[in-house]
């Protein structure tokens, strides 16, 4: 394998800023299935799952890129640490997506389209807070946008489980939604770990 010698910067934050962009448009795309459910809901869930592998391909891209430069940008864990978190984001969301159809929903709570609101406001936050991270700009109120985002998550599922619970709905219909309101908060939770890789890699580099 040869190795590259002087530092591919500018690659390393072109595919980071890639799989920020990508994660806006699958979150855009969330919002819009439990917007519209169930119409359409087969070509939303199909085009998820596409930005899901897009994700996929970027995250192996970049861990390909590190083991092919010798000099790195930024430490070689953080690059890896924050390809993954991102990814993971996107599998959370796919997760979710999936879920709607195998679990034959009929009707969308106005919560969790409230939660798609959240991941789609994160997946903005994100992105502009990867864009610091070329010339390590400061991005602490990005940050703490993206931190309140996911406390805002984390309102918005209590209130949706104890609403579940008040329903009425059959015992069923019940567990299926409390399992999609929780997927939808890990991926809101799955935000916040990005951010925290972020922070670390803006505090290591200033």
Known sequence: ???????????????????????????????????????DAGDLISRIKEREHEGDRLTTELVGLVNRTFVTPFDRDDIINLANAIDDILDHIDDASMNLEL???????????????????????????????????????????????????DRLVRNAVAELFRSGQDPISIIRWKDIHEQLEDGIDAFQRAADVLEAILVKNR
Do not use: W
């Open 1 to 39: 394998m040869r190795l590259r010698l002087k530092p591919q910067k500018h690659e390393f934050f072109e595919l980071f800023t890639a799989a920020s962009a990508n994660t806006i448009e699958t979150a855009g795309l969330l919002e819009k299935l439990l917007e519209t459910f169930p119409e």
């Open 103 to 153: 679990y034959d929903v009929r009707r969308v709570p106005e919560r969790a389209r409230e939660q798609a609101d959240v991941i789609k406001r994160a997946a903005q936050k994100l992105d502009e807070t990867v864009r610091c991270l070329e010339g390590f700009k400061d991005a602490t109120q990005e940050l703490r946008d993206l931190r309140n985002l996911e406390d805002e998550g």
